[in-house]
Each structure stands twice: as structure tokens, then as C-alpha cells.
T-cell receptor
Framework: AQSVTQLGSHVSVSEGALVLLRCNYS??????LFWYVQYPNQGLQLLLKYTSAATLVKGINGFEAEFKKSETSFHLTKPSAHMSDAAEYFC????????????FGSGTRLLVRP | DVKVTQSSRYLVKRTGEKVFLECVQDMDHENMFWYRQDPGLGLRLIYFSYDVKMKEKGDIPEGYSVSREKKERFSLILESASTNQTSMYLC??????????????FGPGTRLLVL
């Protein structure tokens, strides 16, 4: 069965520092992977997605993620954090049984210190 | 741009009331979804629909029902609201298909409080 694990419910970084949000998945079929961001009191917005093309995926707002099959990981990074990056981030994997359904991780809240 | 709208941002209801949450998408998407979001649990799928009048249960359908009479509209119904249904409810839609086509687009959410 497919599953997603996000390590760290809260991550705190200083403004300008590297952002690293971790996501590990398990999937019995080649996965499609997504990162979504949720700003306070809003819905989820797509940051980026891996759909079996390039393993390094670039998204909006300077974020990128690398698909590593050997590590079953899809970690999200940004070289330099900005105050506006403070939000909750969700990793998701497509379900094997029905590809248009997604399984979401429990989320990681990113705090950016001035 | 895909737009998914939800009828209310905030709702307060009493235990036992029947509650309707409405979702509308404007991109002719086949698939529509209802999730609930609770702290530490991420998003959990309640129901989804892959076509008009077609629906399937998700992971936590108990206490909920849905209706899809038109392609653009997907309603979530709480037959008899209970306090444990206090949550954030998110609607999403996607095209038919995997990967790129399966990208889900979300509405702003409805925060429901059941007293």
C-alpha cells in the first residue's frame, strides 16, 4: 500500500537559511509525487510535482525537489528562506489502486525567524 | 487558472443539524474530492466522484454523504452533525488521468465548528 511520511511536524529556519523539508514514500507502483503549500486560512496550492520525467523538479517560489528512487525520498528544498515561506507543506503520493487519488502526509509547518 | 470555490469559509452549527457544504469548479474536471483536515493527521479523503451521479467512499465516509447532480458541483452532507466533525473541509478537483492530469486543485476550505 502507498504511504507518505513527513519527518518533523515543525521546522524552524532563519531568514536566508536553507530550507529542507523531508518526505519519504512507499509505493508498489512507480509513484507520482506532489508538494503542496497551505498558507494560513487558505486551501492547498500546488508547489511542484514529479510525474516520471526529470528527477529534479523545480516549482514555484524558488522551491525544488529531487526524486530519489533508491532512498524512496522526495525532499523539498529552497536555498534561501523568506519570511513569506512560512506555511504548512504537504507531500502527497498517487495511490496505486486508483491513480487520480492522492495520499497526503501529515504536514510540516515551516517557521521562518527574522 | 482553475478555480475551485466553496460556499462558506466559516460555519457554526449545532449537534444534530443537517449541514450542506457546497463546492464548485469551473474547469470541466471529471474528478472531485472532499477531504477533512485535522492537525497532525494531514488530509483524509471522505468521498470522491469521478462523474456526474457517480461516487465512491474514501477513507472516512462514516457520517457523511455526497451529491453530484452537475459536473461542476459536488456537495458534502453531514446528515446529523456531531462535535467530532468539527474540522476544516477541503474540496478539490482534477482531470481524469494519472500524473500531470491527476493534479488536484483545491478550494479555500470551510472551517466547520459543531457545538
Amino acid at each position: 500500500a502507498q504511504s507518505v511520511t513527513q519527518l518533523g511536524s515543525h521546522v524552524s529556519v532563519s531568514e536566508g537559511a536553507l530550507v529542507l523539508l523531508r518526505c519519504n514514500y512507499s509505493s508498489s507502483v512507480p509513484p507520482y509525487l506532489f508538494w503542496y503549500v497551505q498558507y494560513p486560512n487558505q486551501g492547498l496550492q500546488l508547489l511542484l510535482k514529479y510525474t516520471s520525467a526529470a528527477t529534479l523538479v523545480k516549482g514555484i517560489n524558488g522551491f525544488e525537489a529531487e526524486f530519489k528512487k533508491s532512498e524512496t525520498s522526495f525532499h523539498l528544498t529552497k536555498p534561501s528562506a523568506h519570511m513569506s515561506d512560512a506555511a504548512e507543506y504537504f507531500c502527497a503520493v498517487s495511490r496505486g489502486d486508483s491513480s487520480y487519488k492522492l495520499i497526503f502526509g501529515s504536514g510540516t509547518r515551516l517557521l521562518v525567524r527574522p | 487558472d482553475v478555480k475551485v470555490t466553496q460556499s462558506s469559509r466559516y460555519l457554526v452549527k449545532r449537534t444534530g443539524e443537517k449541514v450542506f457544504l457546497e463546492c464548485v469548479q469551473d474547469m470541466d474536471h471529471e474528478n472531485m474530492f472532499w477531504y477533512r483536515q485535522d492537525p497532525g493527521l494531514g488530509l483524509r479523503l471522505i468521498y470522491f466522484s469521478y462523474d456526474v451521479k457517480m461516487k465512491e467512499k474514501g477513507d472516512i465516509p462514516e457520517g457523511y454523504s455526497v451529491s453530484r447532480e452537475k459536473k461542476e458541483r459536488f456537495s458534502l452532507i453531514l446528515e446529523s452533525a456531531s462535535t467530532n466533525q468539527t474540522s476544516m473541509y477541503l474540496c478539490a478537483s482534477s482531470l481524469e488521468g494519472r500524473g500531470e492530469l491527476g493534479t488536484q486543485y483545491f478550494g479555500p476550505g470551510t472551517r466547520l465548528l459543531v457545538l
